[in-house]
Protein backbone atom coordinates (compact mmCIF):
# COMPACT_ATOMS: atom_id res chain seq x y z
CA UNK A 1 0.00 0.00 0.00
CA UNK A 2 0.96 3.62 -0.60
CA UNK A 3 2.24 5.45 2.80
CA UNK A 4 1.61 8.97 3.27
CA UNK A 5 4.82 11.24 2.00
CA UNK A 6 5.99 9.03 -0.92
CA UNK A 7 5.84 10.41 -4.30
CA UNK A 8 2.72 9.07 -6.53
CA UNK A 9 2.00 5.97 -8.02
CA UNK A 10 4.61 4.41 -5.21
CA UNK A 11 3.44 1.34 -3.72
CA UNK A 12 5.06 -1.44 -1.45
CA UNK A 13 3.81 -4.67 -1.83
CA UNK A 14 5.59 -5.77 1.00
CA UNK A 15 8.49 -5.04 3.20
CA UNK A 16 11.26 -4.16 0.42
CA UNK A 17 9.25 -4.49 -2.62
CA UNK A 18 8.21 -1.07 -4.03
CA UNK A 19 7.13 -0.48 -7.50
CA UNK A 20 5.33 1.72 -9.88
CA UNK A 21 2.11 1.23 -10.39
CA UNK A 22 -0.71 2.88 -12.02
CA UNK A 23 -4.07 1.86 -13.34
CA UNK A 24 -4.16 -1.04 -11.66
CA UNK A 25 -0.55 -2.37 -13.40
CA UNK A 26 2.57 -2.42 -11.98
CA UNK A 27 5.32 -0.94 -13.87
CA UNK A 28 8.07 -0.81 -12.06
CA UNK A 29 9.81 -2.14 -9.60
CA UNK A 30 12.38 -0.03 -7.84
CA UNK A 31 16.05 -1.28 -7.63
CA UNK A 32 17.28 1.54 -4.96
CA UNK A 33 15.76 2.45 -1.83
CA UNK A 34 13.49 5.31 -1.41
CA UNK A 35 15.50 8.59 -0.28
CA UNK A 36 18.26 7.93 -2.91
CA UNK A 37 19.11 9.74 -5.99
CA UNK A 38 18.81 6.17 -8.16
CA UNK A 39 15.69 5.97 -6.53
CA UNK A 40 14.67 9.50 -7.67
CA UNK A 41 16.04 8.91 -11.15
CA UNK A 42 14.01 5.04 -11.86
CA UNK A 43 10.84 6.92 -10.93
CA UNK A 44 11.78 10.24 -13.03
CA UNK A 45 12.07 7.72 -16.10
CA UNK A 46 8.92 5.51 -15.15
CA UNK A 47 7.01 8.77 -14.54
CA UNK A 48 7.81 10.87 -17.83
CA UNK A 49 8.86 8.05 -20.60
CA UNK A 50 12.58 9.76 -20.62
CA UNK A 51 16.06 8.51 -19.63
CA UNK A 52 17.14 11.39 -17.39
CA UNK A 53 20.92 12.14 -18.71
CA UNK A 54 23.74 12.11 -15.76
CA UNK A 55 26.12 14.66 -15.49
CA UNK A 56 28.44 12.38 -15.05
CA UNK A 57 27.55 9.91 -17.96
CA UNK A 58 28.62 8.07 -20.50
CA UNK A 59 28.26 10.72 -23.34
CA UNK A 60 29.51 13.30 -21.58
CA UNK A 61 33.16 11.26 -21.26
CA UNK A 62 33.05 9.93 -25.13
CA UNK A 63 32.56 14.01 -25.95
CA UNK A 64 35.79 14.71 -23.45
CA UNK A 65 37.96 11.99 -24.99
CA UNK A 66 37.19 13.12 -28.56
CA UNK A 67 38.77 16.56 -27.60
CA UNK A 68 41.43 15.48 -26.11
CA UNK A 69 45.16 15.45 -26.75
CA UNK A 70 45.08 11.89 -26.15
CA UNK A 71 42.91 10.86 -28.74
CA UNK A 72 44.18 13.15 -31.17
CA UNK A 73 47.83 11.57 -30.67
CA UNK A 74 46.00 7.90 -31.83
CA UNK A 75 46.62 7.03 -35.18
CA UNK A 76 44.22 7.62 -37.67
CA UNK A 77 43.56 2.90 -37.87
CA UNK A 78 42.86 3.47 -34.28
CA UNK A 79 40.61 6.03 -34.45
CA UNK A 80 39.02 3.82 -37.26
CA UNK A 81 38.32 1.36 -35.35
CA UNK A 82 37.27 2.69 -32.09
CA UNK A 83 34.82 5.11 -33.34
CA UNK A 84 31.82 2.59 -34.51
CA UNK A 85 32.25 1.39 -30.76
CA UNK A 86 32.39 5.07 -29.49
CA UNK A 87 28.75 5.45 -31.79
CA UNK A 88 27.24 2.19 -30.17
CA UNK A 89 28.32 2.85 -26.38
CA UNK A 90 26.61 6.59 -27.03
CA UNK A 91 23.28 4.85 -27.98
CA UNK A 92 23.44 2.67 -25.02
CA UNK A 93 24.96 3.77 -22.76
CA UNK A 94 25.44 7.21 -23.14
CA UNK A 95 22.81 8.78 -20.80
CA UNK A 96 23.94 6.73 -17.87
CA UNK A 97 25.73 7.90 -14.78
CA UNK A 98 29.68 6.29 -15.57
CA UNK A 99 29.89 5.23 -11.65
CA UNK A 100 27.14 2.45 -12.54
CA UNK A 101 29.14 0.35 -15.15
CA UNK A 102 29.95 -3.02 -13.73
CA UNK A 103 32.24 -5.72 -15.57
CA UNK A 104 29.34 -7.80 -15.84
CA UNK A 105 27.67 -5.19 -18.10
CA UNK A 106 30.43 -4.97 -20.41
CA UNK A 107 30.64 -8.90 -20.65
CA UNK A 108 26.46 -8.59 -21.65
CA UNK A 109 27.65 -6.17 -24.26
CA UNK A 110 30.14 -8.27 -25.54
CA UNK A 111 28.08 -11.48 -25.34
CA UNK A 112 25.23 -9.64 -27.81
CA UNK A 113 28.27 -8.80 -30.02
CA UNK A 114 29.53 -11.78 -30.02
CA UNK A 115 28.47 -12.16 -33.78
CA UNK A 116 31.27 -10.17 -34.62
CA UNK A 117 34.46 -10.55 -32.45
CA UNK A 118 36.33 -8.05 -33.06
CA UNK A 119 33.93 -5.18 -32.41
CA UNK A 120 32.86 -7.56 -29.19
CA UNK A 121 36.53 -7.12 -28.60
CA UNK A 122 37.11 -3.40 -29.12
CA UNK A 123 34.57 -2.50 -26.30
CA UNK A 124 36.47 -2.70 -23.38
CA UNK A 125 38.96 -1.62 -25.20
CA UNK A 126 37.10 1.66 -25.50
CA UNK A 127 35.43 1.52 -21.90
CA UNK A 128 39.16 1.51 -20.51
CA UNK A 129 40.52 4.50 -22.73
CA UNK A 130 37.72 6.25 -21.35
CA UNK A 131 37.79 4.96 -17.97
CA UNK A 132 41.41 5.99 -17.57
CA UNK A 133 40.47 9.90 -19.04
CA UNK A 134 37.91 9.70 -16.45
CA UNK A 135 40.06 8.45 -13.11
CA UNK A 136 42.43 11.41 -14.12
CA UNK A 137 39.23 13.44 -14.01
CA UNK A 138 38.17 12.37 -10.48
CA UNK A 139 35.41 10.40 -11.97
CA UNK A 140 35.76 7.44 -11.73
CA UNK A 141 38.44 5.48 -8.81
CA UNK A 142 39.01 2.21 -10.87
CA UNK A 143 38.58 0.98 -14.19
CA UNK A 144 35.51 -1.64 -15.01
CA UNK A 145 37.38 -2.85 -17.61
CA UNK A 146 40.76 -3.51 -16.79
CA UNK A 147 41.19 -7.31 -16.72
CA UNK A 148 38.15 -7.96 -19.02
CA UNK A 149 38.41 -11.28 -21.25
CA UNK A 150 38.12 -11.17 -25.02
CA UNK A 151 36.21 -13.71 -26.96
CA UNK A 152 37.84 -15.91 -29.27
CA UNK A 153 37.04 -16.62 -32.81
CA UNK A 154 35.56 -20.02 -33.42
CA UNK A 155 37.18 -22.46 -35.53
CA UNK A 156 34.66 -22.82 -38.02
CA UNK A 157 34.70 -18.95 -39.16
CA UNK A 158 38.69 -18.27 -39.08
CA UNK A 159 38.56 -17.67 -42.05
CA UNK A 160 42.94 -17.57 -43.52
CA UNK A 161 43.91 -15.28 -46.40
CA UNK A 162 44.51 -17.36 -49.55
CA UNK A 163 47.66 -16.00 -51.46
CA UNK A 164 47.04 -14.07 -54.66
CA UNK A 165 48.46 -17.34 -56.89
CA UNK A 166 50.46 -16.28 -60.36
CA UNK A 167 47.50 -17.21 -62.44
CA UNK A 168 44.91 -14.41 -60.05
CA UNK A 169 47.21 -12.15 -60.46
CA UNK A 170 47.47 -12.09 -64.20
CA UNK A 171 43.94 -12.48 -64.73
CA UNK A 172 43.15 -9.34 -62.77
CA UNK A 173 46.00 -7.59 -64.42
CA UNK A 174 44.87 -8.65 -68.14
CA UNK A 175 40.98 -7.92 -67.12
CA UNK A 176 40.17 -5.49 -64.70
CA UNK A 177 39.03 -2.52 -65.13
CA UNK A 178 41.70 0.64 -64.55
CA UNK A 179 40.42 1.93 -61.22
CA UNK A 180 40.32 -1.93 -59.62
CA UNK A 181 43.95 -2.37 -61.65
CA UNK A 182 45.55 0.74 -59.38
CA UNK A 183 44.06 -0.31 -56.47
CA UNK A 184 45.69 -3.88 -56.94
CA UNK A 185 49.30 -2.13 -58.24
CA UNK A 186 49.00 -0.05 -55.47
CA UNK A 187 48.50 -3.02 -52.75
CA UNK A 188 51.13 -5.16 -53.99
CA UNK A 189 53.57 -2.48 -55.12
CA UNK A 190 53.89 -0.76 -51.64
CA UNK A 191 53.60 -4.01 -49.38
CA UNK A 192 50.95 -2.09 -47.26
CA UNK A 193 47.33 -2.77 -45.66
CA UNK A 194 44.55 -1.70 -47.56
CA UNK A 195 43.50 0.67 -45.04
CA UNK A 196 46.78 2.35 -46.04
CA UNK A 197 46.66 2.63 -49.60
CA UNK A 198 43.23 4.76 -49.44
CA UNK A 199 46.29 7.46 -47.97
CA UNK A 200 48.52 8.08 -50.50
CA UNK A 201 47.86 11.29 -52.67
CA UNK A 202 49.64 12.53 -55.80
CA UNK A 203 51.59 15.23 -53.89
CA UNK A 204 53.45 11.81 -52.22
CA UNK A 205 54.62 10.50 -55.51
CA UNK A 206 57.86 11.95 -56.67
CA UNK A 207 57.85 9.65 -60.13
CA UNK A 208 59.35 6.61 -58.63
CA UNK A 209 58.54 6.43 -54.74
CA UNK A 210 55.47 6.92 -52.79
CA UNK A 211 55.55 8.34 -49.03
CA UNK A 212 53.33 7.10 -46.69
CA UNK A 213 52.85 7.26 -42.50
CA UNK A 214 51.44 4.56 -41.62
CA UNK A 215 47.38 4.51 -39.79
CA UNK A 216 48.10 2.09 -37.58
CA UNK A 217 51.78 2.15 -36.77
CA UNK A 218 52.64 6.12 -37.30
CA UNK A 219 55.41 4.34 -39.02
CA UNK A 220 56.96 7.27 -42.14
CA UNK A 221 58.01 5.22 -44.67
CA UNK A 222 59.70 5.71 -48.32
CA UNK A 223 58.37 3.02 -50.98
CA UNK A 224 60.30 2.38 -53.97
CA UNK A 225 57.46 1.75 -57.00
CA UNK A 226 57.77 -1.86 -58.80
CA UNK A 227 57.59 -1.05 -62.41
CA UNK A 228 53.73 -2.21 -62.92
CA UNK A 229 52.76 0.00 -59.67
CA UNK A 230 54.64 2.88 -61.61
CA UNK A 231 52.84 2.38 -65.05
CA UNK A 232 49.60 2.24 -62.99
CA UNK A 233 50.40 5.76 -61.70
CA UNK A 234 51.49 7.04 -64.65
CA UNK A 235 48.13 5.53 -66.27
CA UNK A 236 45.84 7.35 -63.67
CA UNK A 237 47.42 10.27 -64.17
CA UNK A 238 47.28 10.75 -67.81
CA UNK A 239 43.02 9.89 -67.40
CA UNK A 240 42.92 13.24 -65.40
CA UNK A 241 41.79 16.27 -67.08
CA UNK A 242 44.05 18.12 -65.12
CA UNK A 243 47.61 18.23 -63.56
CA UNK A 244 46.72 16.92 -59.84
CA UNK A 245 46.65 18.96 -57.12
CA UNK A 246 49.32 17.52 -54.30
CA UNK A 247 46.47 16.93 -52.08
CA UNK A 248 44.36 15.03 -54.24
CA UNK A 249 44.02 11.15 -53.40
CA UNK A 250 45.20 8.51 -55.93
CA UNK A 251 42.27 6.43 -55.40
CA UNK A 252 39.15 8.26 -55.31
CA UNK A 253 35.54 8.85 -56.07
CA UNK A 254 34.27 10.41 -59.21
CA UNK A 255 33.79 13.38 -57.77
CA UNK A 256 37.42 13.52 -56.39
CA UNK A 257 36.38 13.29 -52.86
CA UNK A 258 38.54 10.45 -50.67
CA UNK A 259 37.03 7.48 -50.56
CA UNK A 260 36.14 5.29 -47.62
CA UNK A 261 37.40 1.28 -47.07
CA UNK A 262 34.11 0.10 -47.47
CA UNK A 263 33.82 1.58 -50.65
CA UNK A 264 36.95 0.21 -52.22
CA UNK A 265 36.27 -3.01 -50.98
CA UNK A 266 32.66 -3.35 -52.32
CA UNK A 267 34.35 -2.61 -55.51
CA UNK A 268 37.23 -4.72 -55.80
CA UNK A 269 34.81 -7.49 -54.35
CA UNK A 270 32.66 -6.55 -57.24
CA UNK A 271 35.66 -6.82 -59.77
CA UNK A 272 37.00 -10.07 -58.06
CA UNK A 273 33.29 -12.25 -58.17
CA UNK A 274 33.18 -10.52 -61.90
CA UNK A 275 36.44 -12.28 -62.88
CA UNK A 276 35.77 -15.30 -60.59
CA UNK A 277 38.92 -14.80 -58.11
CA UNK A 278 36.38 -13.80 -55.12
CA UNK A 279 39.12 -16.41 -52.59
CA UNK A 280 41.49 -13.60 -52.89
CA UNK A 281 41.00 -10.92 -50.68
CA UNK A 282 42.40 -7.61 -50.24
CA UNK A 283 44.71 -8.37 -47.26
CA UNK A 284 45.79 -11.33 -49.12
CA UNK A 285 47.25 -8.92 -51.71
CA UNK A 286 49.78 -7.92 -48.99
CA UNK A 287 50.59 -11.17 -48.35
CA UNK A 288 51.10 -11.09 -52.24
CA UNK A 289 53.65 -8.80 -51.84
CA UNK A 290 55.74 -10.16 -49.19
CA UNK A 291 55.85 -13.41 -51.04
CA UNK A 292 57.15 -12.02 -54.22
CA UNK A 293 59.50 -10.06 -52.06
CA UNK A 294 60.71 -13.48 -50.73
CA UNK A 295 60.82 -14.62 -53.96
CA UNK A 296 63.31 -12.19 -55.18
CA UNK A 297 65.59 -12.94 -52.21
CA UNK A 298 64.90 -10.69 -50.14
CA UNK A 299 65.71 -10.92 -46.43
CA UNK A 300 63.81 -10.09 -43.40
CA UNK A 301 65.32 -7.08 -42.72
CA UNK A 302 64.54 -6.15 -46.46
CA UNK A 303 61.25 -7.40 -46.45
CA UNK A 304 60.57 -5.51 -43.41
CA UNK A 305 62.19 -2.22 -44.58
CA UNK A 306 59.06 -2.35 -47.35
CA UNK A 307 55.99 -3.39 -45.50
CA UNK A 308 56.80 -1.49 -42.08
CA UNK A 309 55.85 -5.09 -40.09
CA UNK A 310 57.66 -4.05 -36.33
CA UNK A 311 58.14 -7.67 -35.53
CA UNK A 312 60.12 -10.53 -37.97
CA UNK A 313 57.49 -12.93 -36.36
CA UNK A 314 55.00 -11.24 -38.49
CA UNK A 315 57.28 -11.27 -41.61
CA UNK A 316 57.67 -14.72 -41.22
CA UNK A 317 53.86 -15.61 -41.07
CA UNK A 318 53.80 -13.93 -44.65
CA UNK A 319 57.06 -15.38 -46.38
CA UNK A 320 56.52 -18.85 -44.77
CA UNK A 321 54.74 -20.20 -47.66
CA UNK A 322 57.07 -18.44 -50.31
CA UNK A 323 60.07 -19.81 -48.66
CA UNK A 324 59.12 -23.53 -48.70
CA UNK A 325 57.77 -22.79 -52.48
CA UNK A 326 61.28 -21.93 -53.22
CA UNK A 327 62.87 -24.74 -51.26
CA UNK A 328 60.37 -27.23 -52.67
CA UNK A 329 61.55 -26.25 -56.16
CA UNK A 330 64.82 -26.20 -55.32
CA UNK A 331 64.52 -29.87 -53.78
CA UNK A 332 63.10 -30.97 -57.52
CA UNK A 333 65.83 -29.51 -59.46
CA UNK A 334 68.38 -31.40 -57.36
CA UNK A 335 66.22 -34.73 -57.41
CA UNK A 336 66.62 -34.57 -61.32
Known amino acids: MRKHGRKPYVFEAKPGF?????????????TAPEGTAEFDRQYWEVMTG???????????????????DRWAEKSVRYRQDLEPV???????????????????????????NKHRVRFANYIP???????????????????????IERLTVPKDRRQPHIPWTNAAVEKFRAEAGPLERLIFEIGVGTVQRP????????????????????????????????????????????????????????IRKQDGSAMTYRRMAEIMLAERVRLGLEAYDLHAIRYRAVMELTWHGCDDDEIMSYSGHCTKAMVRKYAGEARQIMRALQAREKRQ
Open 18 to 30: IYFRKGGKYLHRF
Open 50 to 68: KTLEAKRSWGAAIEMLRES
Open 86 to 112: LIYLTEKIGKYDVAKLRQADIYDAMDR
Open 125 to 147: VAISMLSKELVRRRWLTDNPAKG
Open 195 to 250: SDWLQFTWGDYDGDSLRLRQGKTGKALVLPCTEALKSALHTAKAALPFSPMPHLHI
